[in-house]
């Protein structure tokens, strides 16, 4: 069936460390993998996304790989700073137009 | 519009009222998406529309919950004879037009409070 699972589900880091929150995904026709940020009584924002015809993609301290092969896709967020502080969800294109959601991880960036 | 604007923001209605919840997608996305989140939980999908078909409505809870959407643009979420369990923020989200890797823009969201 449509799966995401999203790995760890808390993750604290001191300012400057790195942080990396993991997923997979079930269908292997999934061909889309967007990576959103959450904050407190807002709504998600899109941060980075990758298609399946890419296997890494990077935008300043945000990277994203896939392994397709694997069926895994990870964010990376470098020098991390206290307003990375948030909830980030990855999800995955199914079906061609549904997206599925992860359960989410609540990051903690401690000055 | 600027970006996706759902309305109202927020509503408090009795257990048993009927609510009504309005998405307006941005200009020109043919996809919109309705999904529900409950207090520091993940989002659930309810729902999605590919112009006015919902070929998905998997997602949506019971009977009680039904959407539509008109003219290829707004889409309303209508949730009958309301339960305490359908508190939670609902949000909704549009696509520019079916295919490969197309960006999905998220609104705020409508916080329904059910007491």
């Known amino acids: 069936g449509e799966n995401v699972e999203q790995h760890p589900s808390t993750l604290s880091v001191q300012e400057g460390d790195s942080a990396v929150i993991k997923c997979t995904y079930s269908?292997?026709?999934?061909?889309?993998f967007p990576w959103y940020k959450q904050e407190l009584g807002k709504g998600p924002q899109l941060i980075i996304d990758?298609?399946?015809?890419?296997g890494e993609k990077k935008d300043q301290r945000i990277a994203v790989t896939l392994n397709k092969t694997a069926k895994h896709f990870s964010l990376h967020i470098t020098e991390t700073q206290p307003e990375d502080s948030a909830v980030y969800f990855c999800?995955?294109?199914?079906?061609?137009?549904?997206?599925?959601f992860g359960t989410g991880t609540r990051l903690q960036v401690f000055p | 519009g600027a970006g996706v604007s759902q309305s109202p923001s927020n509503k408090v209605t009795e257990k048993g009222k009927d609510v009504e919840l309005r998405c307006d997608p941005i200009?020109?996305?043919?996809?919109l998406y309705w999904y529900r989140q409950s207090l520091g939980q993940g989002l659930e999908f309810l729902i999605y529309?590919?112009?006015?078909?919902?070929?998905?409505k998997s997602g949506l809870p019971s009977d009680r919950f039904s959407a539509e959407r008109t003219g290829g643009s707004v889409s309303t979420l209508t949730i009958q004879r309301t339960q305490q369990e359908d508190s939670a923020v609902y949000l909704c989200?549009?696509?520019?037009?079916?295919?490969?890797?197309?960006?999905?823009?998220f609104g705020e969201g409508s916080w329904l409070t059910v007491v």
């Open positions: 989200a549009s696509r520019s037009y079916r295919g490969f890797g197309n960006t999905i823009y």
């Open positions: 269908d292997s026709a999934s061909n889309y």
């Open positions: 990758i298609r399946s015809n890419v």
């Open positions: 999800a995955a294109i199914v079906n061609t137009d549904k997206l599925i």
């Open positions: 200009s020109g996305h043919t996809a």
């Open positions: 529309f590919q112009g006015n078909s919902a070929p998905d």
